[in-house]
């Protein structure tokens, strides 16, 4: 299963919690398969970004996990770059 698959189950299976979702930010708790962890996709400027609090997300920190995937979908912000 790749990481857009994943963020598609999670969604399915009700493991995003959203806490705060506006023009300017959503934030959510997304339980993962080794974890719970926190998302925050934000906008600052020109530019949209997101952070997650998992292993993945901060070892390669360019890249979008599947939580952020799964939150960016949900988001009235800009989706994730490819
Ligand atoms: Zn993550």
Redesign the pocket.
């Known amino acids: 299963m790749n990481r857009y698959e994943k963020a598609a189950l999670m969604l399915a299976q009700g493991r995003v919690r959203v806490l705060v979702a506006d023009e300017e930010s959503t934030s959510a708790v997304v339980v ?1 398969d080794h974890g719970t ?1 926190r ?1 925050d996709v934000y906008r600052d400027g020109m530019e949209v970004l997101m952070e ?1 609090s ?1 292993p ?2 901060r070892f390669y920190t360019r890249r979008e ?1 599947s ?2 995937i799964a939150v960016a979908k949900i988001s009235n912000l800009a989706p994730p770059a490819r």
């Open positions: 993962g962890y998302v997650c998992c993945y997300h996990c939580h952020i």
